[in-house]
Every structure is written in C-alpha cells, then in structure tokens.
C-alpha cells in the first residue's frame, strides 16, 4: 500500500507526497502530525481523530493558500 505521508520521528519532519487532491492533502498533514503529537497511538485512532479534525477544519472553510 502507497504511503501518502510519514512522519519522519528522527528529523522531526513530516513529509507528504503533494500529488495528491488539496483535501486528501489536508488530511494527510493532520494525519502525520497526529502521529508526532501522539506516537503510541494506533492507526485506526489516528485516522478517526484526523478524519474528524479534517473534516470539520474543511467545513469551515479552511483552504491552504499558495503563493
């Protein structure tokens, strides 16, 4: 399976593949920092806290802005 992001512990960095679609991206991001945040954490509860997190940071309209 394709990993879109790692949270890279030992640089303290997170890396994301950018081809992918800006809420995809969105998520992703939280994704990884959720692991740096929380790191005994397992998958699954990672990916619901950054689902919803995501989700409700979208719904508000938060968009990322490029220069």
């Given at each position: 399976e394709h990993a879109w992001g790692i949270a890279d512990f030992e640089?303290?960095?997170?890396?994301?593949?950018?081809?992918?679609?800006?809420y995809e991206y969105f998520n992703t991001m939280i994704h990884e920092l959720i692991h740096h945040m929380?790191?005994?954490?397992?998958?699954?509860?990672?990916?619901?806290?950054?689902?919803r997190i995501s989700r409700f940071l979208w719904t508000h309209n938060y968009r990322q802005v490029k220069p």
């Open positions: 640089n303290n960095n997170i890396i994301v593949d950018p081809r992918q679609k800006p929380a790191p005994t954490w397992s998958e699954s509860r990672v990916n619901w806290w950054a689902s």
